[in-house]
């Protein structure tokens, strides 16, 4: 009777264990390219200027605006710059703020701050 109480307890940890594995398996997003490995750069806006103000990445990649000091945001629409291949940005707002996105389509992207454009911009190389 106590090996079949222990056959039982055990029985019930794996089963909950193997549930929660399967859970998590199916909140990771299928990746366009399994064998790329997705990095992620950080553009600092401070002061009047965004560090690095060009930078080149992989599709796929992650870019934060992070803005640690001002009031800035972050315009790369096509509005704006009808020639980006998206559209991203956010809204003018204090620090501190981050906004991230992912940049999934290969080509050259402007981007600016309103508030301090044409000084304050910058590009992104997506290849
Ligand atoms: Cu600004």
Redo the contacts with the bound molecule.
Sequence with gaps: MKQFSIFLVVTILLSGCAYNSFDEVEEIPAPINPNTTYQKHTVT?SG?IFTPSSLTINVGDTVVFDNVS???NVNGTQATFPTNPASFGNALASAPWTYIYVFNIVGSYNYQ?D??APG?AGTITVQ
């Design positions: 806006a009047m001002g009031f800035h701050c508030a301090h304050m």
